[in-house]
């Protein structure tokens, strides 16, 4: 028996990166992926037929995470198509970095809204379907600079704190109704969003992780594996660090 057999996950911003990574490694233990990202392109497709390709159900939402009303349509059409939703991953997110003093309203406002605001959207929208069936998993992208800070970052450093206290609260707040909720710090993770650092400031930074070298959406899918399934089941309010020990 595979460990997501016939679930239902939405996965947000997962057209690439660790969103993408993540509904792959559902899919292979059975999942069906609805997933959203800003716009309905070819990775957005490519998406759909790959993970079709693994036997599941699978559909993209173009759909703007950080507005209110887009999230409440797009949940409500995944729940029109799929029929339940076991499994919310809020993974979309974006950085304008910027040391303070230059940083701007719309850098800060930007990143709120993408990073923080949409984790409040998706999971008010998807909490009232889990609590109808008495069950679900809840799983928020933060970061380790969301615990430890990081100069350049205040915006991102205060949007990933932020979806912290928000996931001990929905814990607190679902627990009775069988719902659990657990974030993923992640650290130094290869992508695009890390692709924009200078060879310099990657090199400062894998010499900070005891392992040695930057994690990969892989290495993060597998933790957020582990949340969504029931080998976790008792395991809610937590922030588990996938940073290669460089947080400690
Ligand atoms: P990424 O490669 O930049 O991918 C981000 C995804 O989010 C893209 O598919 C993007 O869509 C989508 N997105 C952006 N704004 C959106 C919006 N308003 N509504 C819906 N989707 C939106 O980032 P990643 O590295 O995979 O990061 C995934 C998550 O992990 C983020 O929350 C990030 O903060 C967190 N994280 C990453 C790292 C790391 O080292 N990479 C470390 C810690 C935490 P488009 O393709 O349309 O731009």
Known sequence: MKLLQDKVALITGASRGIGKAIALRFAAEGAHIAFTDLRDDENMQALVKELEGMGVKAKGYA???????????TVAAIAKDFGRIDILVNNAGITKDGLLLRMTEQQWDAVINVNLKSVFNFTKCVAPI?????????????????VSGN??????????????GFTKSVAKEFGKRGIRANAIAPGFIITDMTAQLSED????????????????????????????????????????????????
């Open 151 to 164: 100069a350049g970052q205040a915006n991102y450093s205060a949007s990933k704190a932020g979806i912290i």
């Open 201 to 248: 400031v990657r090199k400062e930074w894998a010499a900070k992780i005891p392992l040695h070298r930057g994690g990969t959406p892989e290495d993060v899918a597998n933790v957020c594996l582990f949340l969504a399934s029931d080998l976790s089941s008792y395991v809610s309010g937590q922030v588990l660090h996938v940073c290669g020990g460089m947080n400690m």
């Open 130 to 146: 889990m609590s109808s069936q008495r069950s679900g998993s809840i799983i928020s992208l933060s970061s380790v600079v969301g």
């Open 63 to 73: 759909s703007d995470a950080s507005n209110t009303a887009n999230t409440e349509e």
